[in-house]
């Protein structure tokens, strides 16, 4: 007898589908939003000293984003949001707990898309004290099991939403997609219904052991990070296989992501109640039996003998982000940023999970030298951060000048974590 059920994708008993049924209605009229696991915040204010305080933590060298009176000089006469900032409250859909036994062996099923894989949209620069509504646009699940039969339950799930602004223009979409998947026992009693299994953060990526020679490195590219700022970078000057110049964050430390990220806890209302709180769906134990929040595995071990706080799924992101304004300039707009990153796998485990023939491949396809590698790592504390970028289309739509690059992150050790494909817009010599 199997110690699990096998599972095959349509194929449910009575109960998983009124499950489903019940979920999918609730995604359809929206009020999966409203009572979800993550409540959504339906408006958001764009508070000036918060996108200050931002500018300065993820965009230092670039006073576009946090000094006014340097701001007013440019075309855009204030300060801006640095891209990344605000996105659409309209998260992927997390599947209904009670399906089982949530991410048993996430790390080992080979599924296309098996990462978090999401992209934001950017229309319009949002300034201080912009309001920004949050428009649905598309929740939505799929069954990707195996067909052959696995003990496995797939779902690939998708959220889509708008913000618009005050105005009524819309400034921005975000897509925001993962696969979920689930586990159930074959004997009942061992299928307690949480919001994950109980889980082990291993290193699959030992520590790098920082040499003098690494930290000559290290201060090289610091010296050499090139903040284009005033001067325009013409469309026209761009050329198939530009390579912005690279940037070098770290190495991190667990006071590190505090620093980046504690505002996530302290300031973020419907995140600090859960950690303030027992929310037991939001909560998991550890070895002595704690209960901690899940958001714990970004700033603590966790008691966890041996591991490491991990990256928040955003943190590569922004230093890819950084690299990418440092390149444009102040009269360069960042249109588009997706952010794609992998749960941590064991070696013999590792596989690309965006392949040629997925339906989203790994925009690392479009780099010549690059197409032998994949993401394969999930950053965590110790790790240094290199963001690095490679030109590979540019072209004019409805009168507009774009780029787009392919965008990555990877640490001393070569191992990527985290990919990003981006479109800026550019000034023309035309205009």
């Known amino acids: 007898m199997n110690e699990f059920e096998i599972f095959y994708p349509g194929v449910y008993n009575d109960t998983d589908k009124k499950i489903l049924d019940d979920f999918r209605r609730s995604l359809e009229d929206g009020s999966w939003l409203a009572t979800g696991p993550m409540p959504m915040n339906g408006v958001e204010t764009a508070d000036r000293e918060a996108m200050r305080k931002w500018g300065r933590i993820w965009n230092p060298y670039n006073p576009l984003y946090w000094d006014e009176d340097y701001a007013k000089t440019t075309k855009w006469g204030d300060i801006i949001a640095s891209p990344g900032m605000f996105e659409p409250d309209v998260w992927f859909p997390m599947m209904p707990r009670t399906l089982g036994i949530w991410g048993m062996d996430r790390g080992k099923v080979r599924i296309p898309g098996n990462a978090m894989d999401h992209e934001m949209y950017y229309y319009k620069p949002i300034y201080p004290g912009d309001v920004l509504s949050t428009k649905n646009v598309h929740l939505d699940f799929e069954d990707v099991t195996d067909p052959a039969g696995s003990d496995v339950r797939a779902f690939r799930v998708c959220g889509e939403g708008d913000f618009v602004n005050q105005r009524g223009e819309v400034a921005g979409r975000g897509v925001f997609r993962t696969v979920e998947m689930f586990k159930r026992y074959t004997d009942p009693s061992r299928n307690i219904p949480m919001l994950r299994a109980q889980r082990h953060m291993s290193d699959y990526h030992p520590c790098h052991i920082y040499t003098d020679e690494d930290w000559e490195l290290i201060k090289d590219m610091w010296r050499n990070e090139y903040v284009r700022g005033k001067e325009t970078l013409y469309w026209e000057d761009v050329s198939i296989g530009d390579e912005p110049t690279p940037t070098a964050d770290g190495p991190y430390t667990a006071i590190t992501m505090f620093y980046e990220h504690g505002d996530m806890i302290f300031e973020q209302p419907r995140i600090r109640d859960a950690v303030m709180t027992d929310r037991a769906q939001r909560c998991e134990k550890d070895e002595t039996g704690c209960l901690y929040h899940d958001w714990a595995q970004h700033f603590c071990d966790r008691n966890h003998p041996g591991s490491r706080p991990v990256f928040v799924n955003t943190t590569a992101r922004n230093h890819a982000i950084r690299m990418l304004t440092n ?38 396809l479009k780099v010549p030298y690059m197409k032998n590698r994949y993401l394969n790592a999930h950053g965590m504390v110790n790790d240094l951060v290199i963001s690095r970028g490679y030109v590979y289309d540019k072209y004019i739509k409805d009168g507009k000048h774009y780029v787009d690059l392919a965008c990555w992150c990877e640490n001393l050790d070569g191992n990527i974590i985290q990919e990003c494909p981006a479109t800026v817009m550019l000034s023309s010599k035309e205009e």
Request: charged share 25%.
């Open 327 to 364: 390149w444009c300039g102040d009269n360069g707009f960042v249109t588009k940023i997706g952010w794609r990153l992998i749960s941590e796998r064991a070696p013999e485990d590792a596989c690309d999970m965006f392949p040629a023939t997925y339906d989203r491949p790994s925009v690392l």
